[in-house]
């Protein structure tokens, strides 16, 4: 039989954030244009950690975390009406902490499954191995969107501030659509490491003047800081030209960071934000990391209750090099999948983000499809 329940591992309240218990749920009832994914592997992103705490007023416990496009797996059914996906074909699916119009909870990717709509397939480039290229869904897509909106390029001079799971992707894609690159982090602990990844300078913001030598002189900031404890933002503001942008993808919790009006004077700079990104932009950042050889530096960790706990505990210490994929999900809930209804792989390299549960992102996706 097809498996009327899914299973994963679910954090039960914020006080047991670092200690998910295994969970059965049910799936949304199956639509016409749905499609079940077996997941093979998923990113864990400082958004699960958001979540897991309870850091953004997450109050649908329990919940499964694992989102954001992370997840990629085999489709094992299909909707009557789905075009674009076959049984078989490499997904990847981005849906969870929402509710689905009936009213079904939607986990996410730390799971045997899920059940999502088939808007929004894309392919994967075959050179792009699943470990890898899961955590780029979500980050590398944060990371690139801003970058390519806001003109990197060669003749640039580009920051990124903190160096975690999206700040090491912008490091890579800055530097591979050609602008002179920085890596800008609190202390000089991960310097090796930037410059391995491709960083041109490194910036060390515990340390005194840290800015002062560079005044107006970036074209374009992206801020991936979790956190804004001790986070200085006229510093940062201080390091760009006139009308240079800080564009920030991070989101942290509480009240967020104080804009004083002083600090854009000098050079009357831009702040704005990013969410994800488009479709055009998922495809040509896994285009342009599959010719450019970028490699993902991640570290897998078996799932299960205690890797997912270890996974979330280590990411809240900043001691992770530099995107955890979570992997080994045969050895979880897989013989609840009847193999018989599984067509032979194609790996025809499909990925897919659905986020049916969040309608205003949907809507925004749609409108960027075309
Ligand atoms: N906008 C979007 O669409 C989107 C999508 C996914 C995630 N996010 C958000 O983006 C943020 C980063 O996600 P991630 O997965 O990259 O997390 P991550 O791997 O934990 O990296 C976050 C980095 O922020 C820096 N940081 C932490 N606390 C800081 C502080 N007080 N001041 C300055 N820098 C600090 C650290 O870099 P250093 O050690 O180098 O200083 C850390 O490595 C999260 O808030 C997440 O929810 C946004």
Known sequence: MYPETFQGFAIPAADRWNHPERLEFKPKPFGDYDVDVKITCCGVC????????GGWGNKNWPV???????????????????TSIKVGDRVGVDTYNSFYPDGTFAHGGYSSHIRAHEHFTFPIPDALESELAAPMLCAGLTAYSPLVRNGTGPGKKVGIVGLGGIGHYGVMFSKALGAETWAISRSRKKEADALAMGADGFLATQEKDWNVAHEMTFDLLVCTASADDGFD????????????????????????????????????????????????????MLQLAADKGIKSWIETIPIGEKGVGEALERLHNNDVKYRFTLTNYDKHGSKSVDQSSVGEPTWDCIAM?????????LALICDLRH
């Open 64 to 82: 499964i975390p694992g989102h954001v496009l992370e997840i990629i797996g085999t489709a094992v059914k299909v909707g009557p009406k789905v």
């Open 233 to 284: 933002l006229s510093g940062y503001l201080s390091l760009l030209k006139v009308h240079g942008r800080f564009i920030s993808v991070g989101l942290p919790e509480g009240e967020g960071w104080r804009v004083r009006p002083q600090s854009l004077l000098s050079n009357g700079c831009l702040i704005g934000s990013a969410h994800l990104g488009s479709r055009r932009e998922t495809l040509d």
């Open 46 to 53: 400082g958004s699960d950690l958001h979540t897991a705490t």
């Open 353 to 361: 983000c659905v986020n049916a549960a969040r309608p205003n992102l």
